[in-house]
């Protein structure tokens, strides 16, 4: 079983920058492909970015392209998400969550961190 741990969220004036963690603990997030989500109030989940587990191939969602950057560190077991010129609709809880390759569900997630962007 893994374990996550979200941190980095909070409030950001628009076209200002967060860094967003993901640490686990428990597995580690090499035998993974890991993701992060958002939510918004009164929206569904969607998808942000996903970085693969062998070959670090990265895929974001068109609305965050050239803006957020998704990472790992083998070492320390953790995955970052870079937010640069956010905006204010990239207003949500933040989620990291992990699947094993091949499966179409993501396995395990965290908490979540609040990110607020003001105007």
């Known amino acids: 079983q893994v374990q996550l741990v979200e941190s980095g969220g909070g409030l950001v004036q628009a076209g200002g920058s967060l860094r967003l963690s993901c640490a686990a603990s428990?597995?580690?997030?090499?035998?993974?492909?890991v993701a992060w989500f958002r939510q918004a109030p009164g929206k569904e989940r969607e998808l942000v970015a996903a970085i693969s587990q062998i070959s670090n191939n990265t895929r974001q969602a068109d609305s965050v392209k050239g803006r957020f950057t998704i990472s790992r560190d083998n070492v320390e077991n953790t995955v970052y998400l870079q937010m640069n010129s956010v905006k204010v609709e990239d207003t949500a809880v933040y989620y990291c969550a992990v699947r094993t390759f091949g499966r179409s569900s993501y396995e395990y997630w965290g908490q979540g961190t609040q990110v607020t962007v003001s105007s």
């Open positions: 428990g597995r580690t997030l090499r035998d993974y492909v």
